[in-house]
């Protein structure tokens, strides 16, 4: 992620909440009566019952199919969402319908960017917050903000006490936020070995020990009530392979395919393969003296030891047919010996433009040991810790697009690489903002704001209300943050660096680096409802991370965003515009907008806040609407479901969308 993502460490001030309307990452309330998940834990026991005596064909066709769910370990709802509502349709419908009617989510998830913040007069934070929130959210502190919006008990007096509309809205969110607690299993996990899990930090090791012990379990299961044995694993965006390699290793011994666009990654996966043992290393047999008579020769003569010199004055001699091999070992490639019984990895190097994998699939079928065993045709599963972007798309669709790919079990990350299916704004979508070109960014393809493969996956978000629900990247970014983990030292250092970008681009628009950008396309018209910040916005320009020493003062920040600014070879024509008309400013002059601008920070905090809490519901819509593909799907798709995985402390994006093909008659 960039520099503008937040902190996910886990934050002490967790605190445990009891109903719906307490936290959007429970699954809600222990009193609420009737619910999905009670009337599926009274059924399932009269199925059992049913399915125990004689006379089991007597069990209803839906008793059968929720006794299947039962031994699949499926979760008792398809999405978790919380308690207090009585159905799926109920939770999809209201959840659909609140993302298109409410002014101040709209507002908050879309129609409004933390750059503008102070580049119209007055600045967002009166112009966009409800007046009667304002005095609330200035007297608030941070932490107690945070914990107001996430953690604190409704239904208890509250000090300062906040405005009723604020309260109504806090709970909505709660309410549409899909519940992100985590289980852990009672027995204990398959331990990584050392060798597997070198080059992984706690987060990755948390991930892949959970997700793999996931997939070899819901494997387990397709092939006992489906009678499907999964024989390959295809890894979408493969990276280095972290989780390929831990399923390819005992105990779980899986036949992966790896899928990675980056030759380094590969490269680099393959040297940790042949640390884990998965691969071998290759035996190279060479003549000792020739070899260090190469590596002396790399070294200046002068620097040469005693040794080197006599093996310098006593050269080794060969014959003309021979050719010796100095080739350093990173360009060995390693050796994968398929061998029945033990995992095997394959990688294919390509970028995917589609959920497509018959390239994928005709390079599996020449396994060698698919003839001599054999095994057949294969039965790929879909498997993905967060894959970028349309990525995810990719790996659903697959379920759909190949008669070879049984099941899925895909999460998702970095929904601001997701590109746009419904193409820009329409009138109907009054607070969304254009998806912006940054001035000194890369030229983005027209392609991408209609682009099939991009959001909403579903026909049902596509179609809504003849208009579609479209989330640009705004949205999309903030749904990728993770509220719940900021502690108060991070919180403040985060805080900080957005307040400084704030600031400095009210500063390129007084000095003409940008300019005020119009989305009605009226740059003359210069009245209230031009000025608008739902209207207008300002030209982006991409800063990225900066030296540490950089965020101590906001004097340090310009001078460090000047810097690199000028020195980027990248963007060399906007270089010029920035020596042009900052390179004159004064310390003088940065330091009466510090003056000027510092007291507003509170406000900038606490609509920061605002934000991140409310793109909760953009995640939301997101995972329902993958979910919602699938079920389109029912003439292919057995059955779908959303579920964490990850403890959402050590991982924020710990929602796996899992899908299972129907049986071939």
């Given amino acids: 992620m960039s520099s503008t993502s937040p902190p996910t460490s886990c934050t002490s001030r967790l605190r445990r909440v009891t109903s719906c309307s307490d936290?959007?990452?429970?699954?809600?309330?222990?009193?609420?009566?009737?619910?999905?998940?009670?009337?599926?834990?009274?059924?399932?026991?009269?199925?059992?019952?049913?399915?125990?005596?004689?006379?089991?064909?007597?069990?209803?066709?839906?008793?059968?199919?929720?006794?299947?769910?039962?031994?699949?370990?499926?979760?008792?709802?398809?999405?978790?969402?919380?308690?207090?509502?009585?159905?799926?349709?109920?939770?999809?419908?209201?959840l659909l319908e609140?993302?298109?009617?409410?002014?101040?989510?709209?507002?908050?998830?879309?129609?409004?960017?933390?750059?503008?913040?102070?580049?119209?007069?007055?600045?967002?934070?009166?112009?966009?917050?409800?007046?009667?929130?304002?005095?609330?959210?200035?007297?608030?502190?941070?932490?107690?903000?945070?914990?107001?919006?996430?953690?604190?008990?409704?239904?208890?007096?509250?000090?300062?006490?906040?405005?009723?509309?604020?309260?109504?809205?806090?709970?909505?969110?709660?309410?549409?936020?899909?519940?992100?607690?985590f289980s852990p299993k009672k027995e204990k996990l398959p331990k990584l070995t050392r060798m597997v899990s070198v080059g992984m930090k706690p987060k990755k090791m948390h991930e892949v020990s959970n997700?793999?012990?996931?997939?070899?379990?819901?494997?387990?299961?397709?092939?006992?009530?489906?009678?499907?044995?999964?024989?390959?694993?295809?890894?979408?965006?493969?990276?280095?392979?972290?989780?390929?390699?831990?399923?390819?290793?005992?105990?779980?011994?899986?036949?992966?395919?790896?899928?990675?666009?980056?030759?380094?990654?590969?490269?680099?996966?393959?040297?940790?393969?042949?640390?884990a043992g998965v691969a071998e290393k290759p035996k190279v047999?060479?003549?000792?003296?020739?070899?260090?008579?190469?590596?002396?020769?790399?070294?200046?003569?002068?620097?040469?030891?005693?040794?080197?010199?006599?093996?310098?004055?006593?050269?080794?001699?060969?014959?003309?047919?021979?050719?010796?091999?100095?080739?350093?070992?990173?360009?060995?490639?390693?050796?994968?010996?398929p061998e029945e019984g033990k995992g095997f990895i394959r990688y294919i190097k390509g970028r995917l433009e589609s959920g497509d994998l018959t390239d994928v699939i005709s390079q599996i079928?020449?396994?060698?040991?698919?003839?001599?065993?054999?095994?057949?045709?294969?039965?790929?599963?879909?498997?993905?810790?967060?894959?970028?972007?349309?990525?995810?798309?990719?790996?659903?669709r697959s379920l759909i697009l190949n008669p070879r790919v049984q099941a899925i079990a895909i999460v998702g990350c970095c929904y601001n690489l997701m590109t746009e299916r419904l193409g820009p704004p329409t009138y109907k979508i009054p607070y969304m903002r254009p998806s912006l070109q940054a001035l000194n960014g890369r030229v983005v393809r027209e392609s991408e704001r209609r682009d099939p493969q991009g959001f909403p996956m579903s026909d049902?978000?596509?179609?809504?209300?003849?208009d579609g629900i479209r989330l640009n990247i705004t949205a999309r970014m903030m749904a990728c943050q993770a509220p719940q983990?900021?502690?108060?030292?991070?919180?403040?250092?985060?805080?900080?660096?957005?307040?400084?970008?704030?600031?400095?681009?009210?500063?390129?628009?007084?000095?003409?680096?940008?300019?005020?950008?119009?989305?009605?396309?009226?740059v003359a018209n210069s009245d209230s409802s031009g000025q608008s910040p739902f209207n207008m916005s300002t030209n982006p320009v991409i800063i990225g991370s900066l030296r540490k020493s950089c965020y101590k003062s906001f004097g340090s920040y310009v001078r460090g965003a000047i810097s690199k600014l000028t020195t980027n070879s990248e963007y060399h024509e906007y270089c010029d515009i920035i020596r042009e008309k900052m390179m004159d400013v004064t310390d003088e002059e940065i330091a009466r907008y510090a003056e000027s601008y510092g007291p507003r920070k509170r406000e900038l905090s606490a609509v920061w806040s605002l934000m991140a809490f409310s793109a909760i519901v953009t995640e939301s819509?997101?995972?329902?609407?993958?979910?919602?593909?699938?079920?389109?799907?029912?003439?292919?798709?057995?059955?779908?479901?959303?579920?964490?995985?990850?403890?959402?402390?050590?991982?924020?994006?710990?929602?796996?969308?899992?899908?299972?093909k129907r049986p071939i008659p």
């Fill in 23 to 94: 936290s959007p990452y429970r699954a809600g309330s222990d009193s609420a009566a009737w619910t999905d998940s009670t009337r599926s834990a009274r059924s399932s026991a009269s199925v059992l019952r049913a399915c125990s005596r004689s006379d089991r064909a007597d069990a209803s066709s839906g008793d059968v199919e929720l006794l299947v769910k039962l031994r699949m370990r499926r979760p008792s709802k398809p999405l978790p969402y919380p308690d207090c509502w009585d159905s799926t349709e109920a939770y999809v419908e209201q």
């Fill in 98 to 181: 609140f993302a298109t009617t409410s002014d101040i989510f709209q507002v908050l998830c879309g129609g409004v960017h933390i750059l503008d913040f102070f580049t119209n007069d007055p600045g967002l934070f009166q112009t966009v917050i409800p007046q009667d929130w304002q005095r609330y959210l200035l007297e608030c502190e941070p932490m107690e903000f945070l914990d107001f919006l996430m953690r604190d008990d409704l239904d208890k007096a509250l000090d300062p006490q906040p405005p009723e509309s604020l309260l109504k809205y806090v709970r909505e969110i709660r309410r549409f936020s899909l519940a992100r607690d």
């Fill in 211 to 275: 997700f793999a012990n996931y997939v070899d379990t819901l494997a387990k299961d397709i092939a006992t009530e489906y009678q499907k044995n999964i024989t390959h694993f295809v890894d979408f965006g493969s990276g280095q392979n972290y989780l390929g390699r831990a399923l390819a290793s005992s105990p779980y011994n899986k036949q992966i395919v790896a899928v990675e666009g980056r030759e380094h990654n590969i490269i680099g996966a393959k040297e940790l393969d042949m640390h």
């Fill in 285 to 337: 047999i060479r003549n000792k003296k020739l070899w260090m008579q190469k590596l002396d020769s790399m070294v200046p003569e002068d620097q040469l030891d005693e040794k080197a010199l006599r093996r310098a004055a006593n050269p080794a001699t060969i014959t003309n047919e021979y050719v010796p091999d100095f080739r350093p070992r990173s360009e060995f490639e390693a050796i994968y010996t």
């Fill in 365 to 396: 079928e020449q396994d060698p040991l698919a003839e001599e065993n054999g095994r057949g045709d294969p039965n790929l599963m879909a498997i993905s810790i967060h894959s970028c972007g349309n990525l995810s798309h990719y790996g659903i």
């Fill in 460 to 466: 049902r978000l596509c179609s809504y209300n003849d």
């Fill in 485 to 522: 983990n900021w502690t108060e030292a991070e919180s403040d250092a985060f805080f900080t660096r957005h307040f400084y970008r704030a600031v400095l681009q009210k500063m390129f628009l007084d000095k003409g680096v940008i300019t005020k950008v119009y989305h009605n396309g009226d």
């Fill in 621 to 660: 819509l997101i995972v329902t609407d993958r979910w919602l593909f699938l079920r389109q799907h029912s003439e292919l798709v057995e059955d779908c479901w959303v579920e964490t995985v990850f403890d959402y402390r050590e991982s924020p994006r710990n929602l796996v969308v899992v899908g299972v």
